[in-house]
Nanobody, 131 residues
Framework: QVQLVESGGGSVQAGGSLNLSCVISGDTHVHYRLVWFRQRPGKEREGVAVITNWDGRTYYADSVKGRFGIAEDNAERMLYLHMNNLRPEDTAMYHC????????????????????????WGQGTQVTVSS
């Protein structure tokens, strides 16, 4: 079992910045992908960013590319999402997750044309951007 807890959400005006954090605990596989996804009111779940722990490769949704940055601190078991130039349409509940291989439980995300499986995720942290 893996537990993930997000923090750092809040309210900000358009053009502002926020930094989200995610604490990871429990037993993880040697190789995994860490993801951020969001759920906007009335919208489908959207993958935001992915980082692979074995080579540090990153993937971003087109909607956030150039504005958001995903980073991992493996030693501290932390995941971050640095969000700049925020827009009202970024308002959402943001979740962090970890994925290994597809199984009977979990969810699928498509980011930058690539499908990622998420085995565990946290409860989320709310980000609200006002115009």
């Amino acid at each position: 079992q893996v537990q993930l807890v997000e923090s750092g959400g809040g309210s900000v005006q358009a053009g502002g910045s926020l930094n989200l954090s995610c604490v990871i605990s429990g037993d993880t596989h040697v190789h995994y992908r860490l993801v951020w996804f969001r759920q906007r009111p009335g919208k489908e779940r959207e993958g935001v960013a992915v980082i692979t722990n074995w080579d540090g490769r990153t993937y971003y949704a087109d909607s956030v590319k150039g504005r958001f940055g995903i980073a991992e601190d493996n030693a501290e078991r932390m995941l971050y999402l640095h969000m700049n130039n925020l827009r009202p349409e970024d308002t959402a509940m943001y979740h962090c997750g970890i994925g290994y291989n597809e199984g009977p439980f979990g969810l699928a995300l498509v980011i930058a044309g690539t499908r990622f499986w998420v085995n565990y995720w946290g409860q989320g942290t709310q980000v609200t951007v006002s115009s």
